[in-house]
T-cell receptor, first 113, second 114 residues
Framework: AQSVTQLDSHVSVSEGTPVLLRCNYS??????LFWYVQHPNKGLQLLLK??????LVKGINGFEAEFKKSETSFHLTKPSAHMSDAAEYFC???????????FGKGTKLSVIP | DTAVSQTPKYLVTQMGNDKSIKCEQN?????MYWYKQDSKKFLKIMFS???????INETVPNRFSPKSPDKAHLNLHINSLELGDSAVYFC?????????????FGPGTRLTVL
C-alpha cells in the first residue's frame, strides 16, 4: 500500500525567509505527486503536480518542488514566505497508473511577521 | 462560478439522526469522490464514482451510502449518525481516471454530531 510521509507536522518561518516542506513517498514505480494547500476553513487547492516530466516542477504563488527518485522525496520550497502562505499543506501520491490519491498527514505552515 | 459545490457548509445534528450532504460539479467531469478529513487533518478517500458507477468503496461503515443521480452529482447519505462521524467531508471531481489527473475539491462540509 502506498504511504506518504510529511516529516514535519508544523513549520514556522519568518516572512521573507525561505520555506521548505518535506515529503517522502513510498511507491517504487513512477508515481504522480501533488502538493495541495488548504487555507483555514477552505477547500483544497492544487499547488503543483509531478507526472514524470521535468523533475523540477513550478506551481502557483512561487512554489516549486523537486522530484528525487533516489531519495523518494518531493519537497516543496518557496524562496520567500508571505503572510498569505500560512496554511496546511498536503503532499499527495497517486500510484503508477492510478488516480486514487493517498494523502500525507499535512504540514501546518506558520508565517511570523 | 463555483466548480465543485457542497451543501450544507455546516451541519450540526444529534446522534442517531440521518443526514445527507450534496455535491455538484459543473466541470463536466466523469469521476467524483468523497473524502473524510478527521480532527487531525488527515484526509482519506471514502468513495469514488465514475459515470454514476461505484468504483472505489474503502472500508467505510455501511451507514454511509453514496448516491449519484447523474454524472454531475454525488450525494452522501449517512444513517444513524455517531459521534465518530464528526469530521469535514470533502467532495472532489476529476476529468477521468488517468494517473496524474488533478482532482478539484469542494469547500467541505463540517459535520458535528452531538
Amino acid at each position: 500500500a502506498q504511504s506518504v510521509t510529511q516529516l514535519d507536522s508544523h513549520v514556522s518561518v519568518s516572512e521573507g525567509t525561505p520555506v521548505l516542506l518535506r515529503c517522502n513517498y513510498s511507491s517504487s514505480y513512477s508515481p504522480s505527486l501533488f502538493w495541495y494547500v488548504q487555507h483555514p476553513n477552505k477547500g483544497l487547492q492544487l499547488l503543483l503536480k509531478y507526472t514524470s516530466a521535468a523533475t523540477l516542477v513550478k506551481g502557483i504563488n512561487g512554489f516549486e518542488a523537486e522530484f528525487k527518485k533516489s531519495e523518494t522525496s518531493f519537497h516543496l520550497t518557496k524562496p520567500s514566505a508571505h503572510m498569505s502562505d500560512a496554511a496546511e499543506y498536503f503532499c499527495v501520491e497517486a500510484g503508477a497508473g492510478s488516480y486514487q490519491l493517498t494523502f500525507g498527514k499535512g504540514t501546518k505552515l506558520s508565517v511570523i511577521p | 462560478d463555483t466548480a465543485v459545490s457542497q451543501t450544507p457548509k455546516y451541519l450540526v445534528t444529534q446522534m442517531g439522526n440521518d443526514k445527507s450532504i450534496k455535491c455538484e460539479q459543473n466541470l463536466g467531469h466523469d469521476t467524483m469522490y468523497w473524502y473524510k478529513q478527521d480532527s487531525k487533518k488527515f484526509l482519506k478517500i471514502m468513495f469514488s464514482y465514475n459515470n454514476k458507477e461505484l468504483i472505489i468503496n474503502e472500508t467505510v461503515p455501511n451507514r454511509f451510502s453514496p448516491k449519484s443521480p447523474d454524472k454531475a452529482h454525488l450525494n452522501l447519505h449517512i444513517n444513524s449518525l455517531e459521534l465518530g462521524d464528526s469530521a469535514v467531508y470533502f467532495c472532489a471531481s476529476s476529468q477521468s481516471q488517468g494517473a496524474g489527473v488533478e482532482q478539484f475539491f469542494g469547500p467541505g462540509t463540517r459535520l458535528t454530531v452531538l
